[in-house]
């Protein structure tokens, strides 16, 4: 019997009421008194030299309030990079300065050159048109190779070369593994590009800029992830406001993937023009500015190379990877490609040897950073893609070669720094093998040729990390800030709950998801609970939502919090039953004294919490308010099997997906109705990254998908039904809910699979094709079965 | 968007009057022209509004003929026109861009990729204006080209009736406008064959697949038939060989559906 409240219930998300009926809050609903619109002025060029920017005309145009340039910024901080990288070497990686406004020179397509602060935003554009920009233009660097080529442009003049770092994974390991590769009985190597994607969500992002000149308090409204990140960061590297004197507030936010993490010129645009003009200013960027302004995704170019014995054990793996970074470091930029992306090379096999080489490099583009399993899908994609590869090579079944490497016992430290606490990956291939009928895939493979379309099967695993990561750890990586989370947990007096926590939903869920885990604990009904997420004035200083965090770590400390709650409330209970606190239980809401009849009622204790007429005044304070931080012990490491079936049309080179099933473990499962849909979701970016997706820049680094007319976004008919399963648990042993994240899997498991199914397809046909480069658009497709 | 007059006439008469005016421009259903307002890449003093012009609307079929409105809209040919035509029209766009596009709007407009040019070439078809004829055949010009006059008006486009057609198009994966359509039309003395975009130079009729299709009304006639591929476009959503490829097979798919 499926559960209807608490833990493995799956009650409809409470906040769609209001986004279904147009009653959210977002930032662009919020509208200030006296506020006056900025206008960007953005490049058209990708490298050029700045000689002048002429505001005279536009400062005189109708409604303009203060036009702003680089030079207004010259005494304020540059954007913040909050990840250090150390290369090979033991150098630390070059970091570019990454002003507000242009200075000097405009180094992508869509970096902001002015800004027009005007009475209305249609004011604000006509000035920005009267601008005139004195610009010289530099030769782009738009390729990763060629930007390391002795003698190529540089991007920034101050740096020494593009190379940003040259990153060496484990460096100690270097020499074995290629001892191995000498003494490999066969290896199988695999040239990919990992394609640059926009993330496109559906609310592009918005920023209000307030300052109260009483009391000199700056207030940001920003579409925002982590509030308390970009206040710390704005305030402490560009703004110089002390977070007690800057709050951030983030409402609803219409989806976010990755880009709404980071801090944005444009928020600290905004708040500094507050101040300076003395009126609210708000940006709301158009989805063409999107499409050049929002940080980008992925981008790396790899070789990937897989040793085995004869036995056909993998004996070691080595992998060199060119990561584009863009123009500038985006704030979690040099982390991606390193430390999010070497440690989970060991997938899920028992590979002995592993080096990852990364260069990161900078090039005339927009930054670079973090979107959905940021550096985990470039793991899993090429890993999953080599060993499909030497499956083939081989003449193995890919589905016998994955189970005869599959790691079996736990804990299980890979030669890639990390542990994993639990995992069954044949438990998940097994359910996958169920789920997915590939049982019945030859007679499915015979009905599709009947109609002349090729069909082809991809089968991968995936493992990821989530949940980052315990604080000290991640320190000695190079973060630049903590990673633990927080939440409050305020019980009212009549008994119902409020959780002020750190996390910060846009789209996840939380607002229903997080209460279910409260009326587990206490045994109350959910609508007692309510969630608030999101301002930095209400909730306790947490680092947000990415990484398939916010129920490991975020509802940790909501757990915690609960518990000294909990703790509390049975003291209260044992005085107002004149009982031992230890023979206090609480079910259903009850507090009764173990072995007699006697109980008290939840919202009893905690009228006496606020009303402590017969309370023990002398123990314990009155009120019912507790705040926990939890810092994780370990990443968590969800993992599972994927199955994809497609069919090619060996004319055009169309494929269209005809199943895909996938099979997860997430550990414990709160809401699996919320665990389906961020599956789903992540499926539907993962399968548009392969089929459809891909920002693509000319050599002039002019971006010639910079709209839907061109970037193709997944469709509903682009994209199957789903056969979704997360039954296979093996619970977290190191966070006190058992969970592990599911908001990114889907969109790290189902590329190769995709890739993968489609090879699987064309060499049925007797076609001499090892590798498409995503996205698998009909024309590639086509040319590759032309050879 | 800059700022622009508005002018709503209710005949072809005023219309024509207003969009005499330097710098007035026509608004069909406006799914062109006001994306391209809102990005500020056109600068009209007035935007005389075709929609509310009765005798512009409407679509018939007497006599073997096919008469579509320069107002209709992709919805009502969806629902309206003869059966190979209708499919087309409903596979423009989504439900929004048909209840508001109109055919008018999409010839004037003659993008590349759009798919009424191939249907246009293939079905015999006059371009009616406010104060001529215009063959179809003479009609497009070229990328973004017609033989349409400043202010001239597409009051109504007649199509003769074929024995049977057929439209195959191969979607653009981003904009799903046509990377390639193909439309085939037979008629009793002789099929034709139009084609959207894959040339450079705008919709174009096969004229060699026409030849080995008036002999022989097959698929098959069409093997071994190869198109150019220069002169064909290229981008990022397909090459020039791809699309020369394309229009093999969709002709052969369209003749096989007639
Ligand atoms: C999301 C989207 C998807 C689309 N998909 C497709 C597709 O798959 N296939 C396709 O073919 N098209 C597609 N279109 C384009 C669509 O068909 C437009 O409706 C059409 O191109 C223009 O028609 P309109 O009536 O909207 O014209 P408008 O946008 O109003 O005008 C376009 C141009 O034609 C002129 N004009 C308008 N009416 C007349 C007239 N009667 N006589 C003379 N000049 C006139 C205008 O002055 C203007 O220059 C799509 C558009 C959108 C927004």
Not at chain 1, 109 to 130: F, K, L, S, Y
Not at chain 1, 244 to 264: C, E, N, Q, T, W
Not at chain 1, 481 to 489: C, I, N, Q, R
Not at chain 1, 505 to 511: A, I, L, M, P, V
Request: proline share 5%; aromatic share 6%; charged share 20%.
């Amino acid at each position: 019997m499926p559960k209807d409240s608490g833990i493995g219930a799956s009650p409809k998300r409470r906040e769609d009421a209001r986004f279904l009926t147009g009653t959210g809050n977002y930032t662009d609903d919020i509208n200030l008194n006296g506020q006056a619109y900025v206008h960007f002025l953005r490049s058209d060029m990708a490298h050029g030299k700045l000689n002048g920017v002429d505001t005279s005309i536009a400062a005189e145009m109708p409604g303009v309030v203060r036009i702003f340039t680089g030079v207004d910024f010259e005494g304020v901080g540059g954007i913040p990079c909050g990840w250090q990288v150390t290369d090979r070497h033991g150098e630390v990686m070059q970091e570019p300065a990454h002003p507000v406004l242009a200075q000097g020179k405009v180094r992508h397509v869509g970096e902001a050159i002015a800004a027009v602060v005007a009475e209305t935003p249609d004011q604000a554009r006509n000035a920005a048109e009267a601008i005139e920009l004195d610009i010289e233009e530099l030769p782009a660097v738009v390729d990763m190779k060629a930007a390391l080529a002795e003698g190529s442009t540089k991007v920034h003049d101050d740096l020494t070369s593009n190379l940003c770092y040259d990153w060496g994974f484990v460096e100690e390991n270097k020499g074995a593994v290629d001892e191995a590769f000498a003494n490999a009985a066969h290896v199988t190597t695999l040239e990919l590009v990992n394609n640059r994607l926009v993330a496109n969500p559906m609310e592009p992002r918005v920023a209000v800029g307030d300052f109260n000149r009483a009391t000199g308090d700056s207030t940001l409204y920003t579409t925002s992830q982590n509030p308390h990140v970009i206040r710390l960061l704005m305030g402490a590297f560009v703004l110089g406001i002390p977070e007690h004197k800057l709050r951030v507030i983030a409402p609803d936010v219409g989806g976010g993937f990755g880009s709404k993490i980071f801090h944005y010129a444009e928020e600290a645009f905004c708040t500094f023009a507050a101040k300076a003009v003395n009126r609210p200013v708000k940006w709301t960027s158009s989805r063409s500015e999107a499409f050049v302004s929002d940080a980008h995704g992925r981008d790396h170019v790899t070789k990937i190379e897989l040793a085995l014995d004869a036995a056909n054990n993998f004996t070691a793996l080595r992998t060199d990877t060119h990561a584009n970074m863009g123009a500038y470091l985006s704030t979690f930029a040099p982390s991606v490609p390193t430390w999010l992306h070497g440690t989970l090379m060991a997938g899920n096999y028992r590979t002995p040897l592993i080096y990852v080489n990364v260069k990161a490099v900078f090039t005339n583009t927009v930054p670079v950073d973090a979107y959905r399993g940021a550096g985990r899908p470039e793991a899993t994609f090429q890993l999953e893609r080599v060993i499909d590869k030497a499956a083939r090579e081989l003449g193995v079944d890919p589905i016998a070669l994955r189970r005869q490497n599959f790691i079996t016992e736990f804990p299980y430290a890979t030669p890639v720094a990390v542990e994993y606490d639990t995992g069954d990956y044949n438990a998940t291939m097994d359910k996958l093998e169920e789920i997915a009928d590939l049982a019945g895939f030859a007679a499915r493979r015979a009905e599709s040729e009947a109609k002349g379309k090729l069909r082809g099967l991809g089968v991968n695993c995936y493992i990821e990390a989530c949940g980052i990561a315990p604080s000290n750890l991640v320190g000695q990586l190079g973060a630049r800030a903590g990673l633990y989370e927080s939440a409050t947990v305020r019980v009212n007096a009549t008994g119902g709950l409020v959780v002020m926590t750190g996390s910060h939903s846009h789209g996840q869920g939380h607002e229903t998801s997080f209460p279910q885990v409260i009326a587990e604990m206490i045994g109350i009904d959910e609508s007692m609970v309510e969630i608030v997420h999101g301002d930095t004035a209400n909730t306790p200083m947490g680092m947000g939502t990415y990484g398939s965090r916010s129920l490991a770590v975020g509802g940790s400390a909501m757990v915690r919090a609960t518990e000294k709650i909990i703790a509390k409330t049975k003291k209260i209970a044992a005085h107002l039953m004149e009982a031992a606190e230890a023979d206090i239980e609480l079910k259903d809401g009850q507090f009764s004294v173990a072995g007699t009849d006697k109980s008290v009622a939840w919202g009893d204790v905690t009228l006496a919490a606020y009303v402590p007429h017969n309370y023990p005044l002398e123990e314990i304070e009155p009120g019912l308010e507790e705040t926990a931080f939890y810092d994780p012990a370990n990443f968590t490491y969800p993992a599972g099997a994927y199955a994809c079936e497609v069919e090619v049309d060996p004319d055009t080179g169309k494929v269209s997906i005809e199943r895909f099933a996938a099979a997860d473990d997430f550990g414990n499962i709160v809401n699996p109705m919320i665990v389906d849909g961020q599956v789903h979701g992540g499926l539907g970016q993962g399968i548009g990254q392969a089929l459809l997706e891909a920002a693509v820049y000319n050599d002039d680094g002019q971006l010639l998908s910079a709209s839907f007319m061109d970037y193709a976004m997944p469709r509903a008919d682009d994209l199957p039904f789903y056969q979704v399963d997360h039954s296979c648990q093996t619970p977290c042993t190191h966070n006190p809910l058992g969970v592990k994240g599911c908001g990114e899997a889907g969109a790290i498991g189902s590329p190769p699979a995709v890739v993968n199914a489609v090879v699987d397809a064309l060499q049925s046909a007797g076609k001499d094709v090892t590798h498409v480069d995503m996205p698998l658009s009909p024309s590639r497709v086509w040319a590759a079965m032309q050879g | 968007m800059y700022n622009f007059e508005f002018e709503n006439p209710s005949s072809i008469a005023e219309a024509v009057a207003a969009l005499a005016e330097e710098e007035a421009q026509a608004l069909g259903g406006g799914q062109t022209l006001i994306p391209t307002l809102k990005q500020r890449l056109a600068m009209p003093s007035k935007l005389v509004s075709l929609a509310g012009i009765a005798e512009m609307k409407g679509v018939s079929i007497a006599d073997g003929m096919l008469t579509i409105g320069g107002g209709a809209t992709h919805a009502e040919v969806a629902a309206e026109a003869c059966p190979p035509l209708a499919a087309l029209a409903g596979q423009i766009g989504d439900p929004a861009v048909r209840n508001r596009g109109t055919i008018g709007g999409s010839l004037a407009n003659n993008d590349p990729a759009a798919d009424y040019p191939a249907a246009m070439l293939a079905l015999k078809s006059t371009i009616v204006t406010n104060n001529r004829e215009i063959a179809g055949d003479d009609y497009f010009q070229g990328l973004f080209e017609t033989a349409l006059e400043e202010g001239e008006i597409i009051t109504s486009v007649r199509c003769e009736i074929p024995e049977g057609a057929n439209y195959q198009k191969f979607v653009q994966p981003a904009s799903r406008f046509a990377l390639v359509g193909v439309f085939v039309a037979k008629y009793a003395d002789g099929v034709r064959v139009g084609v959207t975009g894959a040339s450079e130079e705008g919709a174009f009729r096969w004229d060699e697949a026409e030849v080995a299709l008036n002999s022989n009304f097959s698929a098959a006639a069409l093997e071994g038939l190869a198109l150019d591929a220069e002169g064909m476009m290229a981008d990022i959503h397909g090459s020039k060989a791809y699309r020369a490829h394309l229009v093999g097979v969709l002709t052969k798919r369209a003749v096989s559906a007639v």
